[in-house]
């Protein structure tokens, strides 16, 4: 697939991109050129090759998912402290919808 310089400028048109002339043939080649290396990797047989979220075999280090109950009530109260308005461990704001 390659693009046309009227395909181009109606591109930018819709974008809203004020181009020049010169700068529309520009695109064009990058554009062609961007589109003949995807045509070239669409070519390339990926039959029974699994899809990989990396290029290398990475495992993504995680901490532990335990609940840290004490510490965050005992950081909640000193929070709720020194906010302005609190109830029942609830943050009370203003009204904005009515």
């Known amino acids: 697939m390659s693009l046309t310089l009227e395909q181009v400028r109606r591109v930018a048109h819709l974008a ?24 070239e990797m669409q070519a390339v047989d990926t039959q029974g090759i699994e899809p990989m979220a990396h290029a290398q075999d990475l495992a993504q280090r995680l901490r532990e ?10 950081m909640r109260d000193v929070f709720q402290a020194i906010a302005p308005e609190t109830e029942a461990g609830l943050y009370l704001v203003p009204k904005v919808i009515e």
């Open 16 to 39: 809203r991109i004020e181009i020049s002339d010169v700068e529309a043939g520009h695109t064009l080649d990058r554009l062609n050129e961007i589109f003949s290396l995807i045509e």
């Open 65 to 74: 998912d335990c609940p840290l109950e004490s510490g965050r009530l005992a």
